[in-house]
């Protein structure tokens, strides 16, 4: 919140309400036209879509289920939807002795038909990530784990994946659909959800051996390095690789389409698509004929918000 609110603060001088705390805040313009921006923080999704339909609420952004927000499109809800940054991934966790094996982690990322669940499952919500695309063949993906020696058990699976995931929807129905595919090439997935201070602690231990998550970007050449230097602070997966570590001492400022060569050789994550934003207006709200409403992680746009 602190990283989308502080550009509109720095570039269009807004100040915070005195009073204010980090649930429910104001801030407000420096001059009579633009107009007074509060803020209030719902955690429920359920609760924040009442509050909107309730009309109490006139700018969701980024805050709502994919189905909710289908919803009130259908109900003539403006909705605006632009370029994202955000990657969603599965992460893997390379101590445990199967999936530290590149040929297996590369035979399972055949089990999943990304370009299904980008059509059918996430409403235009979602997008392939630029420069990386993944063959969807679990023929293939089952002779691959057939070479690498893991046999199909006597219950029908070669091994199990633990799966973390937190309770949000999409991250566990993302969970369901992991499970659904691995199930092809007789991979079993146990899904434990978890609340997530429990989720990221599991995860600085290596306590699991897959996860689904995102990784939050401002635009799209943010650096990532944290997340794949041998000592990163958000490097979960346990990755050390002398040549990317050398690419990121080189290059601390590069970002995620500059290390796609590296990771796809060494797939210490799967990235599975990018996430558009979702801007969801009241009826009240309208935006000026002339406006485009820019694709960055910000709150700027609601300087140029009008009410009906």
């Known amino acids: 919140m602190a990283r989308r609110i502080l550009p509109l603060i720095e570039e269009l001088h807004y100040s915070v309400a005195e009073g204010s705390n980090p649930e429910e805040f104001t801030l407000n313009p420096p001059g009579p036209i633009q107009p007074n921006l509060h803020f209030k923080v719902v955690r429920d999704d359920l609760a924040r879509g009442v509050l909107h339909q309730s009309g109490r609420s006139d700018v969701l952004f980024d805050t709502l289920s994919l189905s909710k927000t289908g919803l009130f499109q259908r109900s003539d809800f403006p909705v ?4 994202g940054f955000h990657l969603s991934y599965l992460g893997f966790n390379l101590k445990n002795p199967i999936l530290s094996r590149p040929e297996v982690r590369r035979a399972l990322s055949q089990a ?3 370009s299904m669940w980008i059509k059918e499952k996430y409403l235009g919500f979602v997008e392939p990530l630029p420069g990386f695309t993944l063959d969807y063949d679990p023929n293939s993906s089952n002779r691959a784990l057939d070479r690498a020696e893991l046999p199909i058990l006597g219950d029908g699976s070669r091994f199990t994946l633990r799966y973390l995931t937190t309770p949000v929807r999409e991250g566990f129905e993302l969970a369901l659909l992991v499970r659904e595919a691995l199930k092809q090439v007789h991979v079993q997935v146990e899904i434990i959800p978890l609340e997530p201070s429990l989720f990221f602690s599991k ?33 979960y997966f346990s990755y050390s690789d002398p040549r990317m570590d050398l690419i990121l001492s080189s290059n601390p400022m590069a970002g995620f389409e500059e290390l796609i060569p590296r990771i796809r050789e060494d797939l210490p994550i799967l990235p599975l698509f990018t996430w558009n934003h979702g801007l969801l207006l009241s009826k009240r709200i309208r935006i000026p004929e002339g406006v485009t409403l820019t694709a960055d992680d910000s709150f700027r746009f609601l300087a140029l918000l009008r009410l009906n």
Do not use: H, W, Y
């Open 80 to 83: 605006q939807v632009s370029r």
């Open 203 to 235: 995860l600085r231990r290596s306590d699991f051996e897959i996860f689904g998550s995102r990784i939050p970007r401002s635009a799209p050449s943010e650096p990532v390095f944290d997340f794949f230097k041998t000592d990163g602070r958000r490097n």
């Open 112 to 114: 999943f038909p990304v």
